[in-house]
């Protein structure tokens, strides 16, 4: 009885993380307004019954792609902290800045495979329902807290302006994962992808001025 159970939750998860995937590549194309269900069963491979079975709602769905995304962030960020550690150990310590340098070309990168959900709209449906999703918060303030550490040691270090709001920075940072020039200078097919993203990282850290200007 309990290897049936095992497989059929086994089953489950593997449905669950292949309609989370399908919202996560429609929400990164076409954005939570033109989505539909009908359209994430399709890409899901799956009847719309089904997939009904295990999320209830449109709302539910994309804050699953929502949660998926924000455990993906804390993973990387978990992996930087603890290289940091043994950098530190071996006497090479990693500088907070370059920390944060990491984590925003990762959601730059993750955004130009077509995996990053765009951020809800601050007055939409999805929005609100989020403010009640207790796994989306949970993990949107861990994140926070662990790249506001790294803020605060950037500017107390001397290594980013001190006089700049941490929580300006932070949203700053939060911005770039659904930054609409990522996406314009992809779909323009003048550029690479690491040119994008070393071009739209200098800006985002250096600005735009020549240096001394």
Do not use: H
């Not at 699953?64 to 990387?76: C, S």
């Not at 609100?128 to 107390?156: G, K, P, V």
């Not at 996406?183 to 739209?200: C, E, F, H, R």
Request: proline share 4%.
């Amino acid at each position: 009885m309990k290897t049936r159970s095992s497989i059929k939750e086994q089953i489950q998860r593997v449905r669950e993380q292949a309609i989370v995937a399908a919202v996560n590549r429609l929400l990164a194309t076409k954005g939570y307004d033109a989505m539909t269900v009908d359209e994430v069963a399709a890409e899901a491979g799956m009847a719309k019954a089904s997939l009904y079975k295990l999320f209830t709602s449109k709302e539910e769905l994309a804050g699953a792609a929502m949660v998926g995304v924000l455990d993906r962030a804390l993973a990387f960020v978990d992996r930087l902290r603890e290289n940091a550690v043994q950098a530190a150990e071996a006497g090479a310590p990693t500088r907070p800045l370059d920390q944060l340098k990491a984590v925003t070309r990762w959601a730059m990168q993750t955004q130009l495979e077509g995996e990053m959900p765009s951020l809800p709209a601050q007055n939409s449906n999805l929005s609100t329902s989020l403010q009640s999703n207790d796994a989306y918060i949970d993990r949107l303030i861990a994140l926070s807290n662990r790249l506001s550490i790294w803020i605060t040691e950037a500017q107390t270090s001397g290594q980013m302006q001190a006089n700049l709001p941490s929580d300006l920075v932070l949203y700053t940072l939060f911005a770039r994962a659904c930054d609409p020039v990522v996406a314009l200078l992809k779909d323009s097919g003048q550029y690479t992808n690491p040119q994008i993203i070393d071009w739209v990282l200098s800006t985002t850290f250096d600005g735009l001025a020549l240096p001394g200007r």
